[in-house]
């Protein structure tokens, strides 16, 4: 019977050992399925019986509608720039005086110009007796009409990058 009592005192105790690792095994479990519930918790909604499958799917239409919005976004991005292209974005003024019996520099040529240098260029010719006005085509820089010094200056200031 010594045989069989060594053989029940290991039995036992790989039995014990067995029964410990179980132990440690199923605090793992309980310790990972706790954190499991409460990140659960923070994902699901208060008071609401859904199951984790609407809660997904309802994160998938709100990241689909939220795909639509950054498209439609993204397509008035590129409106506004193209618009902004054509915009006025160069100003160029030039005041002076072409007449020896006016004071002051009463008269100007103002370039105003996208970013392309189109756009006009409008000249006032002010003396005593009256005031003229002009506006002269420009496209890149350039107009088909002669353009006088002031005018071509007015061009070249609002072309000229400003430091």
Same mark, same amino acid.
């Given at each position: 019977m010594t045989l069989d !009592?060594?053989?029940l005192s290991a039995l036992v105790i790989a039995l014990g050992a067995i029964v410990l690792a179980l132990?440690?095994? &199923?605090?793992?479990l309980h310790r990972s399925t706790s954190t499991l519930r409460r990140r659960?918790?923070?994902?699901?909604?208060? /008071?609401e019986s859904t199951s984790l499958d609407q809660v997904l799917e309802g994160?998938?239409?709100?990241?689909? !509608? @939220?795909?639509?919005?950054?498209?439609? &976004?993204? %397509? @008035?991005?590129? !409106? @506004?720039? !193209?618009?902004?292209?054509?915009?006025?974005?160069?100003? /160029?003024?030039?005041r002076y005086n072409p007449f020896n019996?006016?004071?002051?520099?009463?008269?100007f040529a103002i370039a105003l &110009?996208?970013?392309q240098?189109? /756009?006009?260029?409008?000249?006032?010719?002010?003396?005593?007796?009256?005031?003229?006005?002009?506006a002269k085509p420009v496209q890149s820089g350039r107009s088909r009409y002669p353009l006088s010094d002031e005018e071509q200056d007015a061009i070249n %200031?609002?072309?000229?990058?400003?430091a």
């Open positions: !009592e060594r053989t132990a440690v095994w &199923l605090a793992l659960l918790r923070r994902v699901l909604p208060d /008071g994160h998938t239409d709100a990241i689909d !509608e @939220l795909a639509k919005r950054l498209d439609a &976004l993204n %397509k @008035l991005h590129h !409106e @506004l720039e !193209e618009l902004a292209h054509r915009s006025i974005q160069k100003v /160029g003024v030039i019996d006016t004071g002051g520099d009463q008269s &110009l996208d970013s240098g189109n /756009g006009i260029v409008v000249s006032s010719l002010h003396s005593r007796t009256d005031t003229r006005v002009f %200031k609002a072309l000229t990058p400003s």
